[in-house]
């Protein structure tokens, strides 16, 4: 996925989820050097715990991933 034109769809309709507060925080796409992988980092400035299975990485070329159920700490 090109990250360089990335849009992350919180999805505020997935149960549970209201009270997040989720930031991007770094994102690293289209690194020069050959050993570097693109990634996207998610900090969780909320109280409790966020499950992430739901939300949504796209691009607007219409490539996305539906992430897997994995909670980040608060």
Known sequence: MGLSRL????GFAVPGTASASLV???IMFDPNLGNEHEYVEIHNTGPGPVD???YVLGDFDFNHTVLPSFAIPA
């Open 52 to 54: 992430l299975g739901g």
């Open 24 to 26: 991007i925080s770094e």
């Open 7 to 10: 849009v992350l769809l919180v």
